[in-house]
């Protein structure tokens, strides 16, 4: 039997929730939130200065916890730490703790294989660099 895809929840992806930040319709934001993160494997906060001062990422943390989702934080390099909450969950500050993140998602057997592990962590990412961690 064939697995289904990883799905991970951005709400910075999601066209429809945006779309009701920018009318302030809280119905369809707490709606959109609830459908997005009812279709994921996992929640991925990218936190930011903006991040932290928002009152739907604690809301959309606790739906995640509810449904049981893997979530996972990830700060941007200028943010200087992650709120109180996210500490709570898993924070990612390497590429070794963001393979470690997806691998526990999904089991995608050879494709992190320590040798494949091994050459991701060490392959120059300075785009990444530039933004997180």
Not at 67 to 93: C, M
Request: with cysteine; charged share 20%; hydrophobic share 40%.
């Amino acid at each position: 039997m064939q697995q289904a895809g990883m799905n991970i929840y951005l709400d910075i992806l999601d066209c429809v929730l945006q779309e009701a930040f920018s009318i302030e319709n809280d119905k369809k934001i707490v709606e959109s939130i609830q459908k997005g993160i009812s279709c994921s494997d996992a929640l991925l906060c990218i936190v930011s200065d903006k991040t932290k001062l928002s009152w739907w990422v604690p809301y959309e943390i606790g739906i995640a916890e509810y449904s049981n989702l893997h979530i996972g934080s990830i700060k941007l390099s200028k943010t200087a730490d992650f709120p109180s909450f996210l500490k709570t969950q898993k924070t990612i500050n390497s590429m070794s703790s963001f393979l470690d993140f997806i691998s526990n998602i999904h089991d995608y057997g050879p494709v992190f294989s320590k040798f494949v592990r091994n050459d991701m962590e060490t392959l120059n990412y300075t785009v990444l660099n530039e933004y997180f961690w």
